[in-house]
């Protein structure tokens, strides 16, 4: 099984599951099952400086101890992740829904890594070359695991993961934020996911 275990950067959590978890190696009952998962993320205005925090509780199988944004895909799963800045349904600076404000932040990078620990939920060589299973598993991901969008300060939320590699993976991704009205400040949070294999 794969796991994609999203592990937040700079962020101490802790989940409360008052469910049984569901273990990622109980497979699924159909050669390819579609589960997608949306993770929120928030910025915190606040705090000095501003945080990106991740607020979506652990979703999927394993979640027990697992930090939030935490996400677990069980053998033979396949979906989306949908990444989203609570409150708005912005997908950059300059697209918003009718009646809506413009976003103050836009998620601008994804990066993706196979390395990390996943007792800590935290990943690390963001950036650097990547196995190459994981631009197969994440199609919108380069060699190095980095998903940016294709124009400046226009973001790319939605992630397809394909579950091609049979064994049981961690990914760790790191997401970065931009402020629309100054591009030159950037936060950013890196949960981590935990995927089961097809």
Known sequence: MKYLGLAVVSLF???????????????G?????????????????TANPPQLEIISDPQGCDIAKMGKGYIGFRERERGTIKLKIDGTSAVSCNQHSAGEALPDWVISKVELSVAGLPSTQKGKNFGALQSGWLYL?????????????????????????????????????????TNCADPSKELTSDPGWKNGGK
């Open 13 to 27: 959590w802790t989940a409360a599951v008052s469910a049984e978890p569901e273990p990622c190696d109980a497979a």
């Open 29 to 45: 009952s159909a050669p390819q099952i579609e589960k997608n998962f949306t993770v929120l993320l928030k910025v915190d205005d």
């Open 137 to 177: 598993d994440f199609p919108e991901a380069n060699q190095y695991g980095v998903i940016e969008p294709k124009k400046k300060r226009t973001t790319l939320t939605l992630l397809n993961m394909n579950n091609y590699t049979g064994n049981e993976r961690w990914v760790y991704y790191r997401v970065t934020v």
